[in-house]
């Protein structure tokens, strides 16, 4: 069993930055790609960016490209997602999970999930 907790999230103005931390506890993540997903009320659980894990290989959304950057440091068993040029459209909830599969991008590929960290982008 592991146990993902997410920190980091908050309120900030368009514009702005945050950087997300996904800690994990019971079992080292250092051999599975580790993923982030945000849902917004109202909509599905969507793919945000994941990281293989040595971290050598990195998958992004389209709509996140250029912006968020996906990291982790296997020595801390911790995984972050540094968010800049912060949009509204980017307000959901941010979850992290954790994948047996490479290249994981869909949610039924991950098996493991976190509560969820709020952001949200004011205009």
């Known amino acids: 069993q592991v146990q993902l907790v997410e920190s980091g999230g908050g309120l900030v103005q368009a514009g702005g930055s945050l950087r997300l931390s996904c800690a994990a506890s019971?079992?080292?993540?250092?051999?599975?790609?580790m993923g982030w997903f945000r849902q917004a009320p109202g909509k599905e659980r969507e793919f945000v960016a994941a990281?293989?894990?040595?971290?050598?290989?990195?998958y992004y959304a389209d709509s996140v490209k250029g912006r968020f950057t996906i990291s982790r440091d296997n020595a801390k068993n911790t995984v972050y997602l540094q968010m800049n040029s912060l949009k509204p459209e980017d307000t959901a909830v941010y979850y992290c999970?954790?994948?047996?599969?490479?290249?994981?991008?869909?949610?039924?590929?991950?098996?493991?999930w976190g509560q969820g960290t709020q952001v949200t982008v004011s205009s």
């Open positions: 019971g079992r080292t993540i250092s051999t599975y790609t």
């Open positions: 999970a954790r994948s047996p599969t490479a290249r994981a991008m869909a949610v039924l590929e991950y098996t493991y």
């Open positions: 990281i293989s894990g040595s971290g050598g290989n990195k």
